[in-house]
């Protein structure tokens, strides 16, 4: 029994034989299983009124420990985001007093983004029930699948950033 990247993966190999190979099995499935993780995770955060992006901003600013602040420049570069698309999501994000900006006191050119009471709260909120529903998403794969696609997933990476 095959998955859908299997038939993808055959009709290539009718149409050009030997020209695409594990390059576009890795891809197509890991494209899809993110997909798919994504997907469960927007619907959790559209009933809380949260974007991926601003999910993601309050996700890592949570997960740097107290006082939950960063540098914007280290935020874009965690979440890879450009420099334009940071400041539009923190934008709405302090409209919504959820995260704060201060001055750098020591770097007049720099400021930092603080997660507020309500955005430590909001965060935590999110980064379980976005948990939970991919959990459930993963219920129908058995625990050591998932780890050993993982740590799989983990060796690629690891070879690639090599190459860089």
């Known amino acids: ?17 030997g020209v695409l190979g594990i390059e576009l099995e890795l891809g197509k499935r890991a494209g899809s299983v993110y997909a798919r993780l994504n997907e469960a995770a927007s619907r ?7 974007t991926k992006a601003e999910f993601d901003v309050l996700a890592v600013l949570r997960a740097s420990g107290k006082p939950y602040r960063l540098k ?18 923190l934008r709405r994000l302090t409209e919504a007093e959820l995260i704060s900006r201060a001055a750098d006191e020591e770097d007049a050119r ?23 529903a991919q959990q459930q998403l993963l219920k129908a794969v ?19 950033e090599a190459r860089d």
């Open 44 to 50: 959790v955060l559209g009933k809380l009124k949260l």
């Open 1 to 17: 029994m095959g998955d859908q990247v299997d038939g993808v993966v055959a009709a290539w190999d009718v149409e050009l034989p």
């Open 110 to 132: 720099s400021s930092w983004v603080q997660l507020t009471r309500q955005g430590v709260q909001v965060a935590e909120e999110a980064v379980r029930l976005t948990a939970e």
């Open 72 to 89: 914007p420049t280290e935020l874009a570069a965690r979440l890879w985001l450009s420099s334009g698309g940071t400041s539009n999501v």
């Open 142 to 160: 058995p625990e050591h699948t998932s780890r050993a696609a993982a740590d799989a997933l983990r060796e690629v990476l690891l070879a690639l």
